[in-house]
């Protein structure tokens, strides 16, 4: 059985400007080619798509992700493909991969199987350089902050209250926790310090809510970066910063358009993590395909607790995105893993353990529909291990909810293997309901930070209630203070489960979500909440993925998934 990195290798790609020229209507003048097979769209060219009217917009989401595999991203370009090949003009919408993941835990990230987005190697490995640009702006407001701090330090920062991090794209434990300006005098003042991944970062986030460069500057200029001895906020602006971090970012805002393995056009632009940071790509990018195509496919980060409340909470309520229809991913043997399977037994059939997990599935379908108000269809991802009996009694316990199940087989078959999922997720959006009548939020602007990270834990995750410190009640308060309360919460805990322990599988409830860190987004105008142990600079695991990959004797590239 071929890999999924021989499968993109075979691959007969198109160029990007037949693509773009052909699918897209876009004028060759407004690409930046980066080779052959991607470029990026202009900014000034998508300025003239505003009139057009908007596509119809699938959020792919999944159950809480396992060691056994979900398929989101597979079954979001499978999808591409197959709406494409039943007649609807479709763009798949995408996150870039960090290379973090890249070489620890998971492997390639850009869809697997026939199923996938191409150049599969050059996406996987530094792509358009946009997350060098991004981690590069964030290091040059750090160091200007610890140089001003050197220079005399006219705007009086407490050096003990610099909250602004370093960052980089890997995974590096060593790196969470760390001193720095040790040396003399001409290194600056010692501190304590540490690092973020990338894809965790403010700027991040920034970079993907922001809807044209202006609006980019003026969130950059909003970070908050440090307090003074007085107690008062130093933002980038504060610092001139800004300005020249816009100029590193400049040609990383435009879009990146790369193609399917069935040579449809995907947009794959930013990527912040889910678990982490908001989880979904681009504002910019997630319009832009709205424009040029009928139907777009994005897909939001990890399960529906995590990455598509997110998606509803943060891009939808900042933007005025809606979803038209969901599609929820699960596959049988993840269930099977939710029912307390051992990994290495899920290639047996095992009925009670998939009743069992399917509590999983339940309520992720519940949020969809009943929290966040919105029509949706779960494709199971197919192996080749499930049984009749298992795709059977997964069917009837959807059916008591009314709620479609579609066996989609794009990995093997690619987009053909999808069109049942397709042709659903059509008759959901043309037929049905119009979500935009029942799409709502998990809580209101106005509602007290506190009140709106206890609606997250009780209505999405299934908990009693939050808990936190006298100190982190006194964050909070003193953010509403300072008037950051209008802001929506991003919630930074574990994606393996509803709960704060990774280990609690299926659907637990009556848990206490415990607060454990909050930090202020002012320029993303979002306030983290981190829970239980997540971690905001990954670590690498024992046997990482960066031991496999290495290029053959013919200079092509292995191991990469």
């Not at 107690?231 to 590193?248: E, F, I, N, S, Y």
């Not at 080749?384 to 794009?410: C, G, I, K, N």
């Amino acid at each position: 059985m071929a890999s999924d990195i021989e499968i993109a290798q075979r691959a007969q790609l198109k160029r990007v400007t037949e693509i773009a020229q052909q699918r897209l209507g876009i004028p060759d003048e407004h690409l930046v080619p980066y080779g052959h097979h991607k470029a990026k769209i202009s900014l000034a060219y998508l300025d003239t798509l505003k009139d057009r009217p908007d596509g119809k917009l699938i959020l792919v989401t999944a159950i809480s992700p396992t060691p056994a595999g979900e398929g989101k991203t597979t079954t979001t370009v499978g999808l591409g493909d197959a709406l494409n090949r039943i007649g609807r003009k479709t763009m798949v919408c995408l996150r870039e991969p960090s290379l973090g993941p890249v070489f620890g835990v998971k492997g390639g990230a850009a869809g697997g199987g026939h199923a996938q987005v191409v150049p599969m190697e050059d996406i996987n490995l530094h792509f358009t350089g946009d997350f060098n640009a991004i981690g590069l702006a964030n290091n040059l407001l750090a160091a200007m902050i610890d140089n001003h701090v050197h220079h005399g330090n006219a705007l009086d920062i407490d050096v003990r209250r610099i909250t602004w991090k370093r960052v980089m794209d890997m995974n590096d434990r060593a790196l969470r926790d760390i001193t720095v300006g040790l040396g003399g005098p001409a290194n600056g003042y010692p501190r304590q310090d540490g690092f973020d991944i990338v894809v965790a970062s403010e700027v991040m986030a920034i970079f993907c809510l922001a809807t044209s460069l202006q609006d980019l500057k003026e969130r950059l200029g909003n970070i908050v970066v440090a307090q003074t001895r007085g107690g008062q906020p130093v933002t980038a602006r504060d610092l001139k910063a800004h300005g020249a971090m816009t100029v590193l970012l400049k040609d990383a805002l435009a879009p990146n358009l790369v193609q399917t393995l069935e040579n449809n056009p995907a947009i794959l632009h930013g990527g912040p993590f889910a678990n982490i940071a908001h989880g979904c790509n681009s504002v910019i990018a997630t319009k832009a395909s709205l424009k040029l195509a009928d139907y777009v496919v994005t897909e939001a980060g990890f399960g529906a607790d995590l990455g598509a409340e997110k998606f509803i909470d943060i891009k939808c309520r900042k933007t005025g995105l809606r979803p038209d229809a969901v599609v929820i991913v699960a596959t049988v043997r993840a269930l099977k893993f939710h029912g307390g399977v051992d990994v290495k037994q899920l290639n047996t059939e095992n009925l009670a353990a998939l009743e069992q997990g399917l509590a999983n599935l339940e309520r992720h379908v519940r949020n969809v529909r009943e929290v966040y108000g919105l029509p949706c269809v779960v494709s199971i991802n197919h192996f080749s291990f499930d049984t009749e009996a298992e795709l059977a009694l997964l069917q009837q316990r959807m059916a008591r909810l009314e709620v479609p199940v579609r066996v989609a087989r794009h990995w093997a078959d690619g987009g053909r293997g999808a069109e049942d999922v397709a042709r659903t997720v059509v008759e959901l959006i043309e037929t049905g309901p119009q979500a935009a009548d029942g799409f709502r939020f998990v809580y209101p602007d106005e509602a007290p930070l506190l009140d709106k990270i206890g609606a997250i834990a009780t209505r999405v995750y299934g908990a009693a209630g939050v808990s936190c410190s006298g100190k982190v009640r006194e964050q909070i308060r003193k953010l509403e203070e300072a008037g950051y309360g209008r802001y929506p919460v991003c919630v930074a805990k574990t994606q393996y489960s509803f709960s704060t322990d990774p280990a609690a599988r299926g659907a637990p409830s009556g848990h206490t979500i415990d607060i454990r860190e909050v930090r202020l987004a002012a320029g993303a105008e979002f306030i983290v909440m981190i829970c239980g142990d997540v971690m905001t600079m990954p670590g690498l695991p024992k046997i990482a993925s960066a031991e496999k990959i290495d290029l053959d004797d013919e200079g092509k590239v292995v191991g990469l998934f």
